[in-house]
């Protein structure tokens, strides 16, 4: 009963032609004709062997001649251990068709039978007949003995081949840890006149840089010559790489470790980040990657001072700037773990998408007004769509608040924040983009506000259509012109009050929030090769990314979303970076001036510095400027030197020296005249940008 259950199945499926399926014999079975084949060609021999002699004994009977008949038998027989033909089962809509199938193999001759490890075997397959005959392929299928299908799957194990690792990372779709020392190195190959490519979008992804900047050939230049396994994994190597078919592992091992001085504030300063992290592909198209970081440290006063300020909701002391919250170790440090990473997925040239835990940046500058690096790390979702001169990029967070004022239930207050950025290469020299975001809470226990989900809609009607608090649009415009290959200018144009009298009217109105950038880049300065020299000023009016509720600003885990130094400055860098070989250097110097709330019983007025102010505590109307409250000189010089180790996992050592200068007009418990001298030796896996410069 079960054969025939097993027969009717397998013709129910094989009506008209057999298909082939998984799992082969060692050796066919034999007719006399084939003894003299090699035994790769005994399947084709057997196959045509056996349609010659059936075919040509095969008699139509005279009812299917007579009703022209056309259609087909199928046949399901077994060769067995003896080289038998067996017929199990036959197919077919005449019963005369039947018989004389039947008959046909019945009279075909034993032939040396189908062997497995060597023993005699037996083996089934499926065959259709043309009617009326005709001379087709044979297709045949195998069905493999139970015994015989454990023993191939025994075999799966040792089946796995470790393949050698070929840099796939330099072709997947993973994002390109974001440095900015890293990213100056090929952002000249970006910037030349004529590319059709798009830079302000950031991370990027190794396979769209890949097509101007060869990872490969430039990463072979700076390996060394070292044979044993150890000196392969420190100074070229991945730690451990692991290649099969269609897929491919990396994992690596790093640190973050400082030692440092703050002479100023008399603190021996240090980070002890222990990190493990690991990178793949699954396919073409799917590529992973994760880092999980451990990490204690203690740092500069006013790094400390500034870590303190933001501290959340629920006692813990800091939160240390661009990473997370930290909770206290010993007596005067902070222990902070993060863990960050994202999925990546490309079905066409079109598109990737991406969900991640992790940042984004949008701007060709070291700031950016619209969207920056500088909070610490949150959830989103990411679609990129790339065709014409065009890359449209549209994200989705979910960020948090963790002040005490909203702190509910012991958990911190969640908001969403979604943008769009169009980036349109105009010419072969200028591109402009277009951007909108939105921010918005979980009022009336909303969630995710599904009106913001469409890519293309205009995010300022539907903030209107949630209602008068809805949400907090903000609109912006980025540019960027190539001179040359080795010469671009940029900007950016922030706006976040949609009111053109207050903006044109020349009065200083509070609703007056916008702010600009203009930038340059210099690439292969004065003709020195890998010198490349940035100059960028920034200038950001007061009230600028706050709200009057304050749960809407533009802010994550009491950081600014945007600029570092928030609001109500203005702000000069100029940046010099250098690498030649393994040796790189970075200078960077900041002047800014800054506008600070007092904070005092005589004067508690909000003057627009701080976004997480409220706008209904504003100092005035009309009238404001920028850097207006306690205003600020701000200096920041940093200079840094080091050694490349290993250029496959970022591995550097170095030195840094920082010269800090901060002089208010008055001061205050929280704004007070100080400097800074901190000198720092490190060795670190660089696989995100630390800013000291606030």
């Known amino acids: 009963m079960k054969r025939l259950i097993s027969l009717l199945f397998i013709l129910a499926f094989f009506p008209l032609a057999a298909q082939k399926v998984t799992g082969t014999f060692e050796k066919y079975p034999v007719f006399p004709e084939c003894k003299n084949e090699n035994i790769n060609s005994l399947k084709n021999c057997f196959e045509n062997t056996l349609r010659s002699k059936v075919f040509s004994s095969f008699q139509i009977p005279e009812v299917v001649s007579e009703e022209n008949y056309k259609g087909n038998v199928s046949v399901f027989f077994e ?34 039978p189908a062997t497995y490890n060597s023993d005699p075997a037996y083996v089934q397959f499926t065959m259709t007949i043309p009617i009326p005959i005709k001379d087709i392929p044979l297709q045949t299928e195998e069905v493999v003995t139970e015994t015989q299908k454990v023993s191939e799957l025994k075999k799966e194990y040792d089946a796995i081949e470790n393949l050698p690792y070929e840099n796939e990372e330099y072709t997947s779709q993973i994002n390109i840890p974001f440095s900015h020392h890293n990213y100056s190195l090929f952002d000249p190959a970006l910037n030349r006149v004529g590319q059709n490519n798009h830079t302000a979008q950031k991370p990027y992804i190794y396979s769209q840089v890949n097509k101007y900047y060869d990872f490969e050939a430039e990463n072979a230049k700076l390996l060394k010559d070292k044979s044993s396994w150890f ?7 991945h730690l451990v790489t692991i290649k099969g078919d269609k897929y491919w592992i990396t994992l690596d091992a790093g640190v973050d470790l400082q030692a440092g001085k703050d002479f100023d504030g008399e603190i021996d300063t240090y980070n002890n980040t222990r990190l493990v992290y ?22 500069a006063d006013y790094f400390n001072r500034f870590a303190e300020a933001r501290r959340p909701a629920g006692g813990n002391p800091a939160l240390i700037p661009g990473r997370g919250i930290a909770k206290k170790f010993r007596s005067d440090s902070y222990d902070y773990p993060i863990a960050t990473g994202h999925i990546s997925y490309s079905p066409s040239q079109h598109f990737n998408f991406q969900l991640g835990h992790g940042k984004n940046f949008y701007g060709d500058g070291y700031r950016s007004l619209l969207l920056s690096d500088n909070a610490s790390p949150y959830p989103y979702f990411k679609i990129n769509t790339t065709f014409w001169k065009l890359q449209y990029t549209n994200t989705w967070m979910s960020l948090r608040d963790i002040r005490t004022e909203v702190q509910d239930g012991g958990s911190f207050r969640t908001k969403y924040f979604a943008n769009h950025y169009l980036s349109y290469n105009v010419t072969k020299r200028l591109n402009i983009g277009l951007f909108e975001s939105v921010v918005w809470e979980n009022d009336n226990d909303r969630g995710f506000d599904f009106n913001y989900i469409n890519p293309v809609i205009f995010y300022r009607a539907i903030e209107f259509s949630t209602g008068p608090r809805g949400g907090n649009a903000l609109i912006g415009l980025s540019s960027k012109y190539k001179f040359t290959d080795r010469i671009n200018a940029y900007g950016q144009l922030i706006i976040d009050e949609f009111s053109s009298g207050d903006i044109f009217g020349g009065e200083g109105s509070y609703k ?39 749960i809407l600003n533009y802010g994550h885990n009491n950081q600014s979303m945007a600029h570092t130094l928030g609001s109500n400055f203005s702000e000069f860098i100029t940046i010099a970076r250098y690498q030649k070989g393994r040796i790189f250097g970075d200078l960077k110097l900041i002047f800014a001036k800054r506008g600070f ?8 007025f909000y003057y627009g510095g701080n976004i997480y102010g409220t706008e209904d505590n504003r100092v005035s109307d009309l009238g404001n400027e920028v850097a207006q409250g306690n205003t600020t000189d701000f200096f920041h010089g940093e200079i840094q030197g080091g050694y490349l180790i290993n250029p496959a996992t970022n591995l550097k050592i170095y030195a840094s020296l920082i010269i800090r200068d901060f002089k208010p007009k008055v001061n205050t418990e929280t704004v007070f005249e100080n400097q ?7 060795l670190r896996t660089d696989l995100f940008n630390w800013y000291y410069d606030f």
């Open 676 to 682: 800074t001298t901190w000198l720092n030796f490190g």
């Open 278 to 299: 690991t990178q793949g592909g699954l396919g073409k198209n799917f590529n992973f990657f994760a880092v999980i970081y451990e990490s204690q440290g203690r740092f």
């Open 79 to 112: 060769v067995t251990k003896e080289g038998v033909f067996k017929v199990l089962y036959v197919d077919a809509m005449y019963n005369e068709l039947k018989d004389e199938t039947r008959r046909v193999f019945n009279e075909l001759q034993q032939i040396v």
């Open 231 to 237: 000196g392969r994994k420190l100074w070229n190597e």
């Open 597 to 604: 709330e007092f904070n005092t019983e005589e004067d508690d």
């Open 512 to 550: 007056n929030k916008i702010g600009y950038q203009l930038g340059a880049k210099y690439y292969d300065a004065f003709g020195v090769n890998g010198l490349y020299l940035q100059a960028e000023y920034n200038r950001v009016r007061p009230y600028t990314y706050s709200h009057n509720s304050i």
